[in-house]
């Protein structure tokens, strides 16, 4: 391996808030690219805060977790602004107001779904009646949909399939519409056509809008950090389109899956079911849908955060039908070859590894010759001794340090369920008194030596357990919370200045 690392950009310290689009308010049940969205952007630039970091953008099914979509290239309709479409006479003011209903202190997704989506249909169908190519300044959407080629007919015609079919798996629909080849030859329905082009449509608005936001952070300093899950859900367009790239059996079943192996957390480990790379075919090909995918991201983001680094030097397959992730086996990856072809083909990118978990010399070893800063979370640093990995006086210069991320619960309802050895050693290894204790480790994550510091909007809001976006292993109340347009009001009212002197103070 070459002393050089392949990717060398996190070279000033600065700071993020970490908050998903969907805990934006809005009136129109969940957080979206609009007004909230701007205004949170204003927020983070009085505080002197120059990153925003958010979840995978994806749409999302069952669960309704961004780390599990129907594609990896196409945005959620969910969060498209249709106040555009107001004023574009596509919906309605009295349409609209129907979304008023929606709650605006969590998100509802039975109700949004409910509602959101024959609205969005209602708005295509207008748009299409009206025979234009653009809507707004959002250009031509016979050129966005030739840009996106390379992968939005076959996501839209699989959305399309999949609510002709009662919304049920691709593997679960007739055998002529499985196969993604066969199923494109079909002649199909002008129900099925439209549909497709509907979702064409949603893709054009998403895309259009998230383009507009990000330039707007642009102008007030701001860089959009995003995340990129390793694998991709079985029940995707992905998957469906591409079977060739994973390790799948004739009939498209997987065989084997991903997970991780069991640890101090977890006896079974964690069985995560996603389909795993057939890393062979990616190598002959370039890794060209890899590449392809990290440009995707970066039309979305400055900045990608990939999900379970470790991954990429080697994965933990676990034969399909196995209940647990115990009789799993690591099996190599391509390793720096990918890499090095990303840089390659993307020399400017800006990538994070997350690497939280069991990691090995060869991990770091891997890392280090890419050059992409790691990740530290305060959470897993206390109750142990001074070697602490996540302590902050041992963490490497290239690194990012979170007060917590989206899976751990926020630091008052952390700390309020630790026992009383683990709040002392905090107490003392911070010197505090622990009375705020979410802005005692946004403090620490500040001065610490990792160049990137981030901490989720509810730490700054020091809030409780009542406001968790989610809990790994558990399949329902998760990424529901919200904030009020009062809260960020009154955060930067009162703490904007007291946030941008500490970042001045330790160089941020």
Not at 63 to 92: M, R, W
Not at 431 to 437: A, C, E, L, N, R
């Given at each position: 391996?070459?002393d050089?690392?392949l990717?060398?950009?996190l ?5 993020g ?5 969907s ?19 204003d ?7 120059s ?10 099914g069952?669960?309704?977790?961004p780390?599990?979509?129907?594609s ?13 479409l107001?004023?574009?006479g596509?919906?309605?003011h ?7 209903m ?10 949004i ?6 609205l969005?249909?209602?708005?295509y169908?207008?748009?299409k ?8 300044d ?8 030739k840009?996106?080629?390379h992968?939005?007919?076959d ?17 679960d ?9 066969k ?6 329905s ?5 549909t497709s082009?509907?979702h064409v449509f949603?893709q ?7 383009a507009q ?30 079977p ?10 997987p ?6 192996p069991p640890?101090?957390f ?13 890393w ?8 060209a849908?890899w ?27 676990v034969?399909?039908g196995?209940e ?16 090095e072809?990303i840089?390659?083909a993307?020399p ?27 990740m530290?979370?305060l959470?897993f640093?206390?109750?142990?001794e ?5 302590l902050?006086?041992?963490?490497d210069?290239?690194?990012?340090v979170?007060s ?6 926020t630091?008052?309802g ?12 905090i107490?003392?290894?911070l ?15 500040i ?5 990137l ?17 989610n ?16 809260q ?9 200045a ?9 160089g941020?």
């Amino acid at each position: 391996m070459s002393d050089t690392p392949l990717f060398n950009w996190l070279n000033e310290r600065t700071a993020g808030v970490l908050l998903h689009i969907s805990s934006l308010p809005s009136d129109t049940g969940i957080g979206n690219l609009g007004a909230g969205a701007y205004r949170y952007i204003d927020f983070l630039c009085a505080s002197g805060i120059s990153v925003w970091q958010i979840c995978p953008l994806g749409p999302t099914g069952y669960g309704d977790s961004p780390y599990q979509c129907f594609s990896a290239f196409a945005g959620n309709p969910y969060f498209i602004d249709l106040k555009p479409l107001v004023s574009e006479g596509l919906i309605t003011h009295e349409e609209y107001g129907h979304l008023a209903m929606l709650p605006h202190d969590h998100v509802d997704y039975g109700a949004i779904y409910e509602t959101l989506w024959p609205l969005l249909r209602t708005a295509y169908e207008r748009f299409k009646a009206s025979k234009k190519d653009s809507l707004l300044d959002y250009g031509s959407i016979r050129k966005f949909r030739k840009a996106q080629g390379h992968w939005i007919e076959d996501f839209a015609l699989f959305l399309a399939l999949k609510e002709n079919f009662g919304g049920c798996c691709w593997l679960d629909w007739p055998s002529e519409y499985r196969d993604a080849i066969k199923a494109k030859s079909e002649k199909h329905s002008k129900e099925i056509v439209d549909t497709s082009d509907a979702h064409v449509f949603y893709q054009y608005l998403f895309y259009a809008q998230l383009a507009q936001l990000r330039a707007y952070a642009g102008t007030q300093g701001v860089e959009i950090l995003g995340d990129a899950p390793i694998f991709v859900a079985l029940d995707s367009a992905d998957v469906w389109s591409n079977p060739e790239l994973f390790q799948l059996k004739k009939n498209g079943q997987p065989k084997a899956v991903a997970g991780v192996p069991p640890d101090y957390f977890s006896a079974d480990g964690q069985l995560w079911g996603n389909p795993l790379y057939n890393w062979a075919v990616h190598e002959e090909t370039q890794f060209a849908w890899w590449i392809q995918r990290i440009r995707s991201n970066l039309e979305f983001y400055d900045i990608v955060r990939l999900d379970h680094f470790r991954g990429f030097e080697s994965y933990w397959s676990v034969p399909a039908g196995e209940e647990t992730a115990r009789n799993g086996k690591w099996l190599p990856c391509p390793g720096l070859k990918l890499f090095e072809a990303i840089r390659k083909a993307c020399p400017e990118a800006k990538l994070l590894a997350e690497d939280l978990g069991v990691i090995t010399d060869e991990v770091n070893e891997l890392r280090k010759a890419t050059g992409l800063p790691g990740m530290n979370v305060l959470q897993f640093a206390f109750g142990g001794e001074a070697d602490n990995a996540y302590l902050p006086h041992n963490y490497d210069r290239n690194s990012v340090v979170y007060s917590g991320t989206h899976d751990n619960d926020t630091t008052t309802g952390w700390y309020q369920s630790l026992d009383e050895a683990t709040q002392d050693h905090i107490r003392r290894y911070l010197g505090v008194s622990g009375d705020v204790i979410a802005w005692d480790m946004i403090r620490a994550a500040i001065k610490s030596s990792a160049l990137l510091a981030v901490f989720p909007l509810q730490d700054l809001l020091s809030l409780g357990n009542e406001a968790r976006l989610n809990t790994p292993g558990s399949p329902i109340g998760n990424w529901q919370w919200r904030y009020l347009p009062h809260q960020l009001d009154q955060l930067q009212s009162g703490s904007a200045a007291y946030l941008r002197e500490q970042l001045k103070l330790y160089g941020r």
